[in-house]
C-alpha cells in the first residue's frame, strides 16, 4: 500500500491540468447557459475557448450580458498561462511544509533543511512572489492606462460611448483578454474599430506579448535586475543558475537567447510579408500610411496566440492567409521546445532522477530536433482526424455554400483552434467565428482540439520543475534505537527527497536525562 504522503505515479501534472481545464469549461458552460438561455453546446464552446484562453465565438460577446462578460473574463484569468505555471511552484512548497512537520518538531523548513535544499525552498516562495506580482501588475496597470486613455482621448470617449460600453470595463476587459492572450473583444467588429489609432494597439502588443511570447524572456530579465539590486542575491543566482529547478517558464540565458531571436525574426518576418502583400488591397482600404505600418505589427503579434483582428482577415491577400496558417500552426512550438530541451540540464545535474523513464518514453527525449518532429506529428494526426471528421458533418455546406464555407475556411479554423489562437476568417457578415455555423458535432471536434491544442507546451511530469514523489521515491525515515544506558543523546536523522530535489532535513537532537542505576 502506498503510503498517505506519497504521490501516485500516475498522477501527472499534466493529467491534472487537464482535468483542471475540462473541469473549469463545464462550471463555465453551466454558468454561461443559465445566464444567456442558449444550448448547452455552445455555453460549454465559450467556456472552453475562454478556460483554454483562445477566442473563437459561437456567442456574440459584445451581445452577452454583463454578467457573463465578467464569467467570460473570470474563466480567461483562471486559464491563463502565467497563473497555471506556478502551481506547481505551490504543490512543491507545501509538499515541502507538508514533510516537515511531519518528520520534525519543527513547523518552518527554514530551519531544518540543508543549506542548498534551503537556498531552493527560498527561491520556491521567491519565483512565486515575483510570478504573482507579474500577473497583477500587468493586468491592474494597464486596465487603469486603457480606462483613463477610454476617458481623456476625445476620440475613445466618443467611439465607447456610440457603442454603450464603459470606458472602465473596456480598460479591465480588454486588459485581461489581450494579456492573457484571449482574443475576446467586447465590440462587435473585435478590434478593427481602432485601426486608425496607434496608442490602444500598442499598448495590447506589449500585454500580448507579455503574456505569452515573451512571458520567460522578460521574466529572466526581471530576475537579473532583482538580483543587481537585492541584497539576497543568493537566492536570484540560484533561478539564474538552475531555472528549471524552479520554474517551468525560466529558462537559462542560452534558452532565453534562442527565443528571443526566433520571435524577432518570426514577428518581422510575417510583418514584412503582410505590408508587401495587402499594402495596397482591400484589407487597408481607408487606412492612413502610418496606421497602417502599427495594425501590421499588431496583427503580426497577434496572429501567433493572441486571435485579436485589426483589420478584415477575410479580405486579405490569399498567400497571406496561407501564412497566417502556418504561424499559427507553429506558435507553440518556442516556448515548448524550450521547456523540453531546457530540462536535459537539469536532469542530468540530478542524482535521484528516474533515467528509465526518459530512456523509455519519447516524449521526454530532450534532444531539440527530436522534439520539434515529434510535436509536428503528433499535431499533424490531430488536426487531419478533425478536418475529416467536420468534413462529413459539415458536407452540405460545404457543397451548397461555396466561399463562405470552403475547406480553407476550415482548416483555418481549427488551426486557429488548436493553436489556441482565436482568428477566424468567419462567416459573411457574421461577428461570429466560422465556428457558429457549425453542427453539434463540429463544434465539439473544435471544443477537444482547444483543449488538447492548449496542453501541447505542458511539461510531464518528469519535467524537472513540475516533479513530486512517486512510488520510486517512497521517503524513508530511521527508526531510533532501544533505549541504551549511560546515553546522553539519541540522534535522529530523516533522508528526505521531494520531486527530486533530494531535499534532507538537518540532522537535530533529543536530549534526554537517563539513569544510570
Excluded at 137 to 164: M, P, T
Aim: with cysteine.
Amino acid at each position: 500500500m502506498m503510503k498517505r504522503y506519497e504521490w501516485n505515479v500516475f498522477v501527472h501534472y499534466y493529467n491534472l491540468h487537464v482535468l483542471y481545464i475540462c473541469t473549469l469549461s463545464l462550471i463555465g458552460a453551466a454558468i454561461v447557459t443559465a445566464i444567456e438561455d442558449c444550448s448547452f453546446v455552445d455555453g460549454l464552446f465559450t467556456a472552453t475557448s475562454a478556460s483554454t484562453v483562445t477566442g473563437l465565438i459561437v456567442l456574440d460577446t459584445s451581445a452577452l450580458k454583463k454578467s457573463t462578460q465578467v464569467v467570460v473574463a473570470i474563466l480567461i484569468c483562471l486559464g491563463n498561462v502565467v497563473i497555471l505555471s506556478i502551481t506547481p511552484v505551490i504543490l512543491r512548497i507545501i509538499a515541502i511544509k507538508t514533510y516537515v512537520k511531519r518528520h520534525t518538531a519543527e513547523s518552518n523548513p527554514l530551519k531544518v533543511l540543508l543549506d542548498k535544499n534551503r537556498l531552493e525552498y527560498k527561491a520556491l516562495k521567491r519565483i512565486l512572489v515575483v510570478v504573482l506580482l507579474y500577473f497583477f501588475a500587468n493586468i491592474i496597470f494597464f486596465a487603469l492606462v486603457l480606462g483613463i486613455y477610454g476617458v481623456a482621448s476625445k476620440w475613445a470617449r466618443q467611439f465607447l460611448k456610440d457603442r454603450h460600453v464603459n470606458p472602465a470595463w473596456f480598460g479591465v476587459f480588454h486588459s485581461i483578454s489581450a494579456f492573457n492572450d484571449a482574443g475576446f473583444s467586447i465590440f462587435q467588429d473585435n478590434f478593427v474599430g481602432f485601426v486608425n489609432t496607434a496608442f490602444t494597439p500598442l499598448v495590447k502588443i506589449y500585454l500580448i506579448l507579455s503574456g505569452n511570447l515573451a512571458f520567460p524572456i522578460l521574466l529572466y530579465f526581471i530576475i537579473v535586475i532583482l538580483k543587481r539590486f537585492s541584497r539576497k542575491k543568493k537566492i536570484y543566482d540560484f533561478l539564474l543558475k538552475h531555472p528549471r529547478r524552479c520554474f517551468t517558464h525560466l529558462f537559462p540565458w542560452k534558452q532565453t537567447k534562442w527565443l528571443i531571436k526566433v520571435l524577432f525574426l518570426i514577428t518581422m518576418s510575417e510583418f514584412v510579408m503582410f505590408l508587401v502583400l495587402d499594402w495596397d488591397q482591400t484589407v487597408f482600404f481607408g487606412v492612413k500610411s502610418g496606421y497602417k505600418i502599427t495594425a501590421a505589427l499588431f496583427q503580426s503579434v497577434s496572429t501567433r496566440i493572441a486571435g485579436f483582428n485589426i483589420v478584415n482577415l477575410s479580405i486579405a491577400d490569399p498567400a497571406m492567409l496561407v501564412l497566417y496558417v502556418i504561424y499559427m500552426y507553429i506558435s507553440p512550438y518556442p516556448i515548448a521546445l524550450s521547456i523540453r530541451s531546457s530540462n536535459e540540464t537539469e536532469t542530468k545535474e540530478t542524482v535521484f532522477y528516474d533515467t528509465a523513464l526518459e530512456e523509455t518514453s519519447n516524449a521526454y527525449r530532450t534532444d531539440l530536433m527530436y522534439q520539434a518532429i515529434y510535436l509536428v506529428s503528433r499535431d499533424l494526426a490531430w488536426l487531419v482526424l478533425a478536418l475529416l471528421i467536420i468534413c462529413v458533418a459539415e458536407k452540405d455546406k460545404i457543397e451548397s455554400q461555396g466561399p463562405d464555407f470552403s475547406i480553407f475556411k476550415i482548416i483555418f479554423e481549427i488551426v486557429s483552434g488548436y493553436g489556441t489562437v482565436g482568428l477566424s476568417l468567419g462567416w459573411r457578415d457574421s461577428p461570429l467565428s466560422l465556428s457558429g455555423q457549425f453542427t453539434v458535432v463540429s463544434k465539439l471536434v473544435v471544443i477537444l482540439l482547444m483543449i488538447i491544442g492548449r496542453h501541447r507546451i505542458l511539461p510531464h511530469s518528469v519535467d524537472r520543475a513540475v516533479q513530486l514523489d512517486t512510488k520510486q521515491r517512497i521517503l524513508k525515515t530511521k527508526k531510533l534505537k532501544p533505549k541504551q544506558s549511560n546515553l546522553d543523546i539519541i540522534s535522529e536523522r530523516h533522508s528526505i527527497e521531494l520531486g527530486d530535489l533530494q531535499h534532507q532535513v538537518q540532522s537535530y537532537s533529543i536530549t534526554r536525562d537517563i539513569d544510570d542505576s
